[in-house]
């Protein structure tokens, strides 16, 4: 009887090893001795590091670009998005936490494809064209720059891999919600107040 696939330990150890001692130092032997197996059955899956390498960020990346393109083109106000990404994005990142730090740390602006870049262009794109909704509709302040915003709250969303721990005071969904009031404050019109986080539904 054949075993059954152990595809998904493997990714996930890929994951893990890549996280803890990142890309370029993995050996596959190392992958190998988390799974408790031989370097040589890694190509029963696989063809070369690199490949895992992509199946390991392939995963959360289509997931955020999905969730964020999704919610761009819905009718919430685009305050609401912006909470609704961010509490997206950090969901993602606490169901996936090593997956989401070997994507931010090892493909992220690293020039690794042109998929991969195009990948990156289009998440900063759709949140970048909430943010200018806001700004012409005037719930935004008129000098806002979508662009420089969208990008400042990309890297502080995914700087959270840096110092996020599991299992804390507050969820990482919590936390965005702070830093979406954080980020929110900065760019409605000043006659504006931040909506309360409890209205939010999601």
């Known amino acids: 009887m054949p075993r059954p696939s152990r ?3 493997v990714i996930e150890a ?3 090893v890549f996280n803890e001692r990142g890309y370029h130092a993995t050996r596959l032997e190392d992958i190998a001795a988390a799974l408790g197996m031989q370097k040589g059955s890694l190509y029963n899956y696989i063809d070369s590091k690199e490949d895992l390498l992509l ?3 392939t995963l959360p990346a289509t997931q955020l670009l999905e969730i964020l393109s999704t919610l761009a083109e819905s009718d919430l106000p ?3 998005k912006i909470r609704l990404v961010a509490r997206s994005h950090a969901r993602v990142l606490e169901d996936y936490l090593p997956y989401v730090s ?3 740390h090892e493909i992220a602006g690293q020039a690794h494809s ?3 870049r ?6 900063v794109r759709h949140l970048s064209t909430v943010i200018d909704e806001g700004r012409q509709t005037g719930l935004f302040e008129a000098s806002t720059d979508p662009t420089i915003s969208a990008m400042a709250l990309i890297g502080a969303l995914n700087w959270m891999t840096r110092w996020y721990v ?3 005071t507050l969820s990482a969904e919590e936390i965005a919600e702070r830093m979406a009031d954080t980020f929110l404050a900065g760019l409605l019109a000043r006659n504006r107040p931040v909506m309360p986080s409890g209205n939010d539904q999601g």
């Not at 195009?118 to 998440?123: G, K, P, V």
């Open 7 to 9: 595809w998904n330990d």
């Open 14 to 16: 890929a994951a893990v």
């Open 55 to 57: 199946a390991v960020v």
């Open 78 to 80: 685009a305050s609401e």
């Open 102 to 104: 070997v994507y931010v």
């Open 114 to 116: 042109e998929k991969w």
């Open 118 to 123: 195009e990948m990156d262009r289009s998440y």
């Open 166 to 168: 599991p299992g804390g």
